[in-house]
């Protein structure tokens, strides 16, 4: 059975620092490449990250670039997303998700699998 669980979403501060966990099971973790998206309350869902099957290619949105770093343990079969300086603009439910094209790696499009989402809240 294929599981994508997230871990790791909190209510923070502004400027503050969460470190999102994204644990697979059930498919050959390492030929996929790994997705963030996320999804704010009556906004639509917004690619943030990708990496590659083997950690190669990496890839941000602009809004999160700089801030943001993606990285994954094939070994542990788990994907991180570090997430530095956050803002308001950062609360949303973030999800991860699995693309059979690891080679490659790409922010939109369709992917195979998904997690059921994590909440990240930023808030004073």
């Known amino acids: 059975q294929v599981q994508l669980v997230e871990s790791g979403g909190d209510l923070v501060q502004p400027g503050g620092s969460l470190r999102l966990s994204c644990a697979a099971s059930?498919?050959?973790?390492?030929?996929?490449?790994i997705n963030w998206f996320r999804q704010a309350p009556g906004k639509e869902r917004e690619g943030v990250s990708c990496?590659?099957?083997?950690?190669?290619?990496?890839v941000y949105a602009d809004s999160v670039k700089g801030r943001f770093t993606i990285s994954r343990d094939n070994a542990a079969n788990t994907v991180y997303l570090q997430m530095n300086s956050l803002t308001a603009e950062d609360t949303a439910v973030y999800y991860c998700?699995?693309?059979?094209?690891?080679?490659?790696?790409?922010?939109?499009?369709?992917?195979?699998?998904w997690g059921q989402g994590t909440q990240v809240t930023v808030s004073s």
């Open positions: 998700a699995a693309d059979r094209w690891g080679s490659q790696c790409s922010i939109v499009g369709p992917k195979d699998y």
């Open positions: 059930g498919f050959t973790f390492d030929y996929y490449a």
């Open positions: 990496i590659s099957s083997r950690g190669t290619i990496t």
